[in-house]
């Protein structure tokens, strides 16, 4: 039972370990998480930006020379191009984010596994002490038998009534 119990002590420690190493990993996702939310959020802005002035130099352009006809339809379709390339990107680190938030979920599922094995480490080890107190009592009453049994065997010699 000792080995059984230093067995479970030594797969917590390994537990605590892959927590520890599980945790840092979680920081650093969350961090790499939020850097990419900037990055997105950033671009999104950045891109609406550019699309304005991208759509109003153009208008002003073709106003002044007059090429609204047929430069409008390329303009529009080069547009169209840039917004599916930043919907791409978009899709891109959303899928990322999702990765991250899955990892997130396994790090829960560690934490359960080890909050059960911790409670398990705590019913062995009360169980440990409750056999360690049987251990000191069967002993005590070992000794008392050990010292009745050289008195009876003892008694004989030194009694009167058996010496006769």
Known sequence: KVQHLS?????????????DSLEKQKVELINQ???????????KRKMTEEEDNF???VTEFNNEYGLTSNRDHLIKKKVKSEIN????????LKSEMESMEHKNGQLNALQLQKNEIK???????SKLKDLEKVIREAKGITKDLEAEKVQVTEKPQTDPECLR
Do not use: G, P
């Open 7 to 19: 067995e479970k002590l030594f797969y917590l420690e390994l537990l605590k370990k892959r927590e």
């Open 33 to 43: 998480k939020s850097a990419l939310l900037k990055i997105f959020v950033y671009a």
């Open 55 to 57: 759509t109003r130099e």
């Open 85 to 92: 390339d930043l919907e791409n990107e978009t899709a891109l």
């Open 119 to 125: 409670q398990d480490l705590f019913a062995l080890q």
